[in-house]
T-cell receptor, first 113, second 111 residues
C-alpha cells in the first residue's frame, strides 16, 4: 500500500546531541511537510518542500534544518536539541502544489534527556 | 495567518450518544479537511469539503461546510469507543495552499 513512513517511531536523545528524523513516501507526491506537535496542541508547520523548492516558516528556529535528497525521502535535523524540542514530529505529503489534502505518517516521538 | 477555532476542546461522552464538534474562522477557505488522530499516531484524513453548503457522510459521521466557507461541523451519531481520538480541522485560503490547523477536539467515548 502507498504510504508515508517515519523512522524511528520513538527517538531518545541527549540535550545538545544532534538527531535526525526520517520520512519516506511511496505516494510519489510532490509536496512534503514537517510538523511539530506538542501535547494537546495543533500541529505546527516547520518546513515544506514543493519538489526541491524549500520553504522555511518564519518562526522555525535555526536549530531545525531539513533535507530532501529526492522525491521519496525527507529528513529533519535538530542540531542541538533542547528540552523544549521534545514533541511528536509529523511528516506529511500532498500530491501537488495547491492540493490541500495531506497524508500523514505515524510520527516520531522525540524525547530529550 | 488564518485562525481556526475548534469547539469544544474536550468532550467525554457515553457510547451511543450523539455529538457535534465545530470549526470556525473569520476567514474564507477554499477547502476544509477533517482528520482524526489517535494517541501516538499521525492524523488520518476523514474528509475534504470544498463547496459552500456541502454535506458529506462517512458512515455515522456527517460533515458540513458552511455556506460562506468560513466554518464546518462534524456530527457523530451513536458514538462508539472506537471514535475516541483528537479531531482536527484544517483549511487553506487567502492565496496560500498551506493548511492551518485548529487545536482540535479531544473526544473520549466511554463503553
Amino acid at each position: 500500500d502507498a504510504m508515508v513512513i517515519q523512522n524511528p517511531r520513538y527517538q531518545v536523545t541527549q540535550f545538545g546531541k544532534p538527531v535526525t528524523l526520517s520520512c519516506s513516501q511511496t505516494l510519489n507526491h510532490n509536496v512534503m511537510y514537517w510538523y511539530q506537535q506538542k501535547s494537546s496542541q495543533a500541529p505546527k508547520l516547520l518546513f515544506h518542500y514543493y519538489d526541491k523548492d524549500f520553504n522555511n516558516e518564519a518562526d522555525t528556529p535555526d536549530n531545525f534544518q531539513s533535507r530532501r535528497p529526492n522525491t521519496s525521502f525527507c529528513f529533519l535535523d535538530i542540531r542541538s536539541p533542547g528540552l523544549g524540542d521534545a514533541a511528536m514530529y509529523l511528516c506529511a505529503t500532498s500530491r501537488v502544489k495547491g492540493e490541500e489534502t495531506q497524508y500523514f505518517g505515524p510520527g516520531t516521538r522525540l524525547l530529550v534527556l | 495567518t488564518q485562525l481556526l477555532e475548534q469547539s469544544p476542546q474536550f468532550l467525554s461522552i457515553q457510547e451511543g450518544e450523539n455529538l457535534t464538534v465545530y470549526c470556525n474562522s473569520s476567514s474564507v477557505f477554499s477547502s476544509l479537511q477533517w482528520y482524526r488522530q489517535e494517541p501516538g499516531e499521525g492524523p488520518v484524513l476523514l474528509v475534504t469539503v470544498v463547496t459552500g453548503g456541502e454535506v458529506k457522510k462517512l458512515k455515522r459521521l456527517t460533515f458540513q461546510f458552511g455556506d460562506a466557507r468560513k466554518d464546518s461541523s462534524l456530527h457523530i451519531t451513536a458514538a462508539q469507543p472506537g471514535d475516541t481520538g483528537l479531531y482536527l480541522c484544517a483549511g487553506a485560503g487567502g492565496g496560500s495552499y498551506i493548511p492551518t490547523f485548529g487545536r482540535g477536539t479531544s473526544l473520549i467515548v466511554h463503553p
